[in-house]
């Protein structure tokens, strides 16, 4: 499974942006996927996560409220909105997969990891 996320870039503090990561290769739909971040020097965190079907996600309490993850099976591809930024939001985001439907909030629970996007607020 490859994973290809975009999105990412520069933006004010209470700015949005929306970061999408499409799965290709065999038995790439279905699975649940997430979204942890990593700013230099700091261990990765978890964002959120989606199960296989789309229907019920997780999100980080730094995040809860102002962010939004959505799964499109048809184009296997995976949104994270962002809104209400905040400069503490700055890191690379790395999206995710599983090998299994159900979601899971532990980065080793993550067996496939995209190439991350860089995401900036400026305050």
């Known amino acids: 499974v490859q994973l290809q996320a975009s999105g990412g870039g520069l933006v004010q503090t209470g700015g949005s942006l929306r970061l999408s990561c499409t799965a290709s290769g065999r038995t790439s739909s279905g699975r649940a996927m997430g979204w942890f971040r990593q700013i230099p020097g700091k261990e990765r965190e978890f964002v959120a996560a989606?199960?296989?079907?789309?229907?019920?996600?997780y999100y980080a309490d730094s995040v809860k409220g102002r962010f939004t993850m959505s799964k499109d099976n048809a184009e296997n591809t995976v949104y994270l909105q962002m809104t209400s930024l905040k400069a503490e939001d700055t890191a690379v985001y790395y999206c995710?997969?599983?090998?299994?439907?159900?979601?899971?909030?532990?980065?080793?629970?993550?067996?496939?990891w995209g190439q991350g996007t860089q995401v900036t607020v400026s305050s």
């Open positions: 995710t997969a599983r090998t299994s439907v159900w979601l899971k909030t532990g980065s080793d629970e993550h067996t496939y």
């Open positions: 989606i199960n296989g079907d789309g229907r019920s996600a």
